[in-house]
């Protein structure tokens, strides 16, 4: 390991893990935490590390050398570990956010809210950074879907909403360069896929890719909120169906700047979709 490291917080993770990867690939020193590292794979030229960003305990230690710092959303007192971490040194870090802390409707629930407060306590510390902005991800499908594409039949609430899906490599990739260059560090930047697309849009190009019909169930509000997944806070999948009832179909933002940072065009969802397939 250099005596100069990116330490990627949330290692374990979708997003994080990818970013630990991104980083190794182009031959920077990584080191990637996680608050338990049994089993937590880790590429070469990166270093695995036990942190828990709510008790920084071994903060000092994890970020001795750290040059940079990818910071993974993580509800709670942030204050002890941002503050050793501007102790450490850390020149730059780079914040995952979510839209939802600006957008209409989400921005004054409690995503919005619970982002609002992480963004605020890294910009308390001093520490300089960039809020970065993923449109919505295409993991979510996986997530949300996963059981009723097996089945052929997708439920969900106001299948009109539209979205603008995003590649998780895209996000990985834009996170590196902004860990390791800084021509495009800024306050903040915002990331989408290259399109809008529909709620029932996105599970037709499911089952394009999977060759197989899939049908979607419109539910109202009331049933999607009664079949809610029990991992999912009420009051945050509450402020998701406020935002598709709201927004309805009108387009979902679209943005250049993946093409912009890493000089290809965004990867488009059916990429996505057939890079991770054999996830259903």
Same mark, same amino acid.
């Given at each position: 390991?250099?005596? /100069? /490291?990116?330490?990627?917080?949330?290692?374990?993770?979708?997003?994080?893990?990818?970013?630990?990867?991104?980083? @190794?690939?182009?031959? /920077?020193?990584?080191?990637?935490?996680?608050?338990?590292?049994?089993?937590?794979?880790?590429?070469?030229?990166?270093? #695995?590390?036990?942190?828990?960003?709510?008790?920084?305990?071994?903060? %000092?230690? @994890?970020?001795?050398?750290?040059?940079?710092?990818?910071?993974?959303?993580?509800?709670?007192?942030?204050?002890?570990?941002?503050?050793?971490?501007?102790? @450490?040194?850390?020149?730059?870090?780079?914040?995952?956010?979510?839209?939802? @802390?600006?957008?209409?409707?989400? /921005?004054?629930?409690?995503?919005?809210? !619970?982002?609002?407060?992480?963004?605020?306590?890294?910009?308390?510390?001093?520490?300089?950074?960039?809020?970065?902005?993923?449109? &919505?991800?295409?993991?979510?499908?996986?997530?949300? &879907?996963?059981?009723?594409?097996?089945?052929?039949?997708?439920?969900?609430?106001?299948?009109?909403?539209?979205?603008?899906?995003?590649?998780?490599?895209?996000?990985? $990739?834009?996170?590196?360069?902004?860990?390791?260059?800084?021509?495009?560090?800024?306050?903040?930047?915002?990331?989408?896929?290259?399109?809008?697309?529909?709620?029932?849009? #996105?599970?037709? #190009?499911?089952?394009? $890719?999977?060759?197989?019909?899939?049908?979607?169930?419109?539910?109202?509000?009331? %049933? !999607?909120?009664?079949?809610?997944? #029990?991992?999912?806070?009420?009051?945050?999948?509450?402020?998701?169906?406020?935002?598709? %009832?709201?927004?309805?179909?009108?387009?979902?933002?679209?943005?250049?700047?993946? $093409?912009?940072?890493?000089?290809?065009?965004?990867?488009?969802?059916?990429?996505?979709?057939?890079?991770?397939?054999?996830?259903?």
């Amino acid at each position: 390991m250099s005596d /100069h /490291h990116v330490l990627v917080t949330g290692a374990r993770g979708n997003i994080g893990s990818r970013v630990v990867r991104a980083l @190794a690939a182009a031959g /920077h020193a990584v080191r990637a935490s996680a608050r338990d590292t049994a089993g937590l794979a880790v590429p070469d030229g990166a270093e #695995a590390v036990r942190l828990d960003l709510l008790d920084p305990t071994g903060a %000092e230690a @994890a970020l001795d050398g750290a040059r940079a710092l990818f910071l993974y959303p993580t509800f709670g007192d942030l204050t002890g570990f941002l503050d050793a971490a501007v102790k @450490a040194g850390v020149e730059h870090a780079v914040l995952l956010s979510s839209p939802a @802390a600006y957008e209409p409707v989400e /921005h004054d629930g409690p995503i919005g809210a !619970a982002h609002q407060a992480i963004e605020r306590a890294v910009r308390d510390s001093g520490l300089a950074h960039t809020v970065l902005y993923p449109s &919505w991800l295409g993991s979510n499908v996986f997530r949300d &879907w996963a059981d009723g594409v097996r089945a052929g039949r997708v439920s969900i609430a106001f299948p009109e909403w539209r979205i603008n899906p995003i590649h998780l490599g895209d996000v990985a $990739e834009v996170a590196a360069e902004l860990l390791t260059r800084d021509r495009f560090r800024g306050r903040r930047l915002d990331i989408t896929g290259p399109a809008s697309l529909s709620q029932r849009e #996105a599970v037709d #190009a499911i089952a394009a $890719e999977l060759g197989r019909p899939v049908e979607v169930e419109e539910l109202t509000r009331g %049933e !999607a909120l009664a079949g809610r997944p #029990a991992w999912f806070p009420e009051a945050m999948f509450d402020s998701l169906l406020s935002a598709a %009832e709201t927004l309805g179909d009108t387009p979902a933002p679209v943005t250049n700047n993946v $093409e912009r940072v890493l000089g290809r065009p965004a990867r488009t969802f059916a990429q996505w979709l057939r890079d991770e397939r054999d996830s259903f």
